[in-house]
């Protein structure tokens, strides 16, 4: 079974100040890993995506995120956000290549930026 | 480029009622497609998908059917709408040869009353 844990449901921050959204996920093997943000009353766009390789890999608007198979962890991070980035933001996982498209999504954490 | 199309943009249907809603994919060819729902402030799930023009696998039992009738198009229909349906339905599509990285639509927003 696998699953994906976003332990924070909301988060509030001050423009300009640097963010983490935290994300666990559980898989007996290494998965594919992949942040969407979902702006209000539109689809999910992809930020960014982790199959193998470097930890850290960069998405786009300058987000990023880093991989941890100890920790079992893909936290979203961003230097400095801007009012623009207040959306609704889901870690989710793939566990396998087999075209299914079967991604399990984490609950969302509400990102609210306070100009 | 790839484009998504879904339609209609909103919903609003009564209980028991028939619902179709569409999806186009223009710019790809022989993508694989997917359903997913979204109920109101809840994660999404998936409910369908396609690898090719009229096969459709069904993932969840929603009382919901899909179809791919031709190869840039997803159709989600039902005969009759429950009040569970409601929510935020999400088309998207891969290439074939994806890892799993799905693209979605702007989806269609349905509330069943």
């Known amino acids: 079974a696998q699953s ?3 332990p924070d449901a909301r988060v509030t921050v001050s423009e300009g100040a640097s ?7 559980s898989y007996s093997a290494t998965p594919y890993l992949f942040w969407y943000v979902q702006y209000p009353r539109q ?4 930020l960014l995506k982790y199959y193998s390789g470097d930890p850290v890999v960069q998405g786009v608007n300058s987000f990023e995120a880093e991989f941890s198979k100890s920790n079992s962890s893909f ?3 961003k230097a400095s956000v801007h009012w623009s980035d207040s959306a609704v933001y889901f870690c989710a996982l793939s566990g396998d290549n087999t075209n299914t498209g079967k ?3 984490g609950d969302g954490t509400v990102l609210t930026v306070k100009p | 480029a790839q484009t998504i199309h879904q339609w209609p943009v909103a919903e609003i249907k009564a209980v028991g009622s028939p619902l179709s809603l569409g ?15 979204q109920a109101t402030g809840g994660t999404l799930q998936q409910l369908f998908y396609s690898i090719t023009v009229g096969q459709v696998e069904s993932v969840v039992q929603l009382n919901l059917s899909a179809s791919r009738p031709k ?20 088309c998207a599509w891969s290439p074939a040869n994806s890892q799993n990285t799905l693209y979605f639509g702007a989806g269609t927003r349905l509330s069943v009353l």
């Open chain 1, 4 to 6: 994906v844990t976003q």
């Open chain 1, 19 to 25: 963010l983490q959204l935290r994300c666990k996920y």
């Open chain 1, 43 to 46: 689809g999910l766009q992809l």
């Open chain 1, 75 to 77: 936290h979203l991070q």
């Open chain 1, 103 to 105: 991604l399990t999504f």
């Open chain 2, 23 to 37: 999806c186009t994919i223009k710019g790809k060819s022989s993508p694989n497609l997917y359903w997913y729902w």
């Open chain 2, 71 to 90: 190869d840039d198009q997803f159709i989600l229909s039902t005969e009759k709408l429950l009040l569970s349906h409601s929510g935020f339905y999400l």
